[in-house]
């Protein structure tokens, strides 16, 4: 059975920095068009950042040139590693497959971990 599990989550002040680790475990797990998404209180589900098979990389347009996603093939993990954290990207962190930013998906979704930026 596949599983995700998200760690690295936790509490910084504006301006700091984290790093969220997805590592993957089960049988058939692929890391491949792997995504990251957050839901802040209150609000719906987003994706945030998402890394493709061949290397491309999309991010929302909040966390350009702040967030980094990366594989890390050897670990089957993928990281996401966030700069100059805001108070608004406090949130709930998933990682799943990209294709669960589709609407009308059944993905199932883990527990995440949790960041919370104060100013």
């Known amino acids: 059975q596949v599983q995700l599990v998200e760690s690295g989550g936790g509490s910084v002040q504006a301006g700091g920095s984290l790093r969220l680790s997805c590592a993957a475990s089960g049988t058939g797990v692929s890391l491949g068009n792997i995504a990251w998404y957050r839901q802040a209180p209150g609000k719906q589900r987003e994706l945030v950042a998402s890394l493709a098979w061949n290397g491309v990389t999309n991010y929302a347009d909040s966390v350009k040139d702040r967030f980094t996603i990366s594989r890390l093939i050897a670990k089957n993990t993928v990281t996401l590693q966030m700069n100059s954290l805001k108070p608004e990207d406090t949130a709930v962190y998933y990682c799943?497959?990209?294709?669960?930013?589709?609407?009308?998906?059944?993905?199932?979704w883990g527990q995440g971990t949790q960041v919370t930026v104060s100013s």
């Open positions: 799943n497959p990209a294709s669960c930013a589709s609407s009308g998906s059944t993905c199932s």
